[in-house]
T-cell receptor
Framework: GAVVSQHPSRVICKSGTSVKIECRSL??????MFWYRQFPKQSLMLMAT?????????EQGVEKDKFLINHASLTLSTLTVTSAHPEDSSFYIC????????????????FGPGTRLTVL | AQSVTQPDIHITVSEGASLELRCNYS??????LFWYVQSPGQGLQLLLK??????LVQGIKGFEAEFKRSQSSFNLRKPSVHWSDAAEYFC????????????FGPGTSLSVIP
């Protein structure tokens, strides 16, 4: 099956620093990638959707200047948490889809293993 | 608004017993539904999905789910639970937009008693 990797799996940083998380599709080309955030004991909340070569679409309430998303190639998307603060500590999960979705298409999303971010 | 709900926050079953996790959806159009499992500190693994066709869907690890349009439900079942099935289970629905997005239910935590 399709595999999605994330790096790093865990990161601890000081408040005020920036952290970059990578999401890679290993055996397929991901036209679309998604970034989710998950707080302890809670469900996944979609942060943004990115299509290769275009700007990400952010969900309501997500600060685009704080969570920078780049989807420069069909196999790599990055999420940069800028000027991280303790409240940004969370589990970040990406997913990737081969197609671009839309009516008539039902491409499956494949999820990465997640990145645990702790901001001190 | 389109949503996915899971009425049970936490369920405990004995090993070897049968399991049913409930999921309800609120959709205006044809739903595309999924069940995912998440072990502690891990990402999500797809158990099964329903897009169309046979309403009884077979998945991995011995799980199955039945789509019932009349009840707006997509319940997950397993005839005999193993201790390794203890995890968080998420029902999800695909919201068809210009780019699609998956809406997750709140999750059901499953504990298995030896």
């Amino acid at each position: 099956g399709a595999v999605v990797s994330q790096h790093p799996s865990r990161v601890i940083c000081k408040s005020g620093t920036s952290v970059k998380i990578e999401c890679r599709s290993l055996d397929f080309q991901a036209t679309t990638m998604f970034w989710y955030r998950q707080f302890p004991k809670q469900s996944l909340m979609l942060m943004a959707t990115s299509n290769e070569g275009s700007k990400a679409t952010y969900e309501q309430g997500v600060e685009k200047d704080k969570f920078l998303i780049n989807h420069a190639s069909l196999t790599l998307s990055t999420l940069t948490v800028t000027s991280a603060h303790p409240e940004d500590s969370s589990f970040y999960i990406c997913s990737a889809r081969e197609g671009s979705g839309g009516v008539g298409h039902t491409d499956t999303q494949y999820f990465g293993p997640g990145t645990r971010l702790t901001v001190l | 608004a389109q949503s996915v709900t899971q009425p049970d926050i936490h369920i405990t079953v004995s090993e070897g017993a049968s399991l049913e996790l409930r999921c309800n959806y609120s959709y205006g159009a044809t739903p595309y539904l999924f069940w995912y499992v998440q072990s502690p500190g891990q990402g999500l693994q797809l158990l099964l999905k329903y897009f169309s066709g046979d309403t009884l869907v077979q998945g991995i690890k011995g799980f199955e789910a039945e789509f019932k349009r009349s009840q707006s439900s997509f319940n997950l079942r397993k005839p005999s639970v193993h201790w390794s099935d203890a995890a968080e289970y998420f029902c999800a629905g695909l919201l068809k937009t210009s780019y699609d997005k998956v809406i997750f239910g709140p999750g059901t935590s499953l504990s298995v008693i030896p």
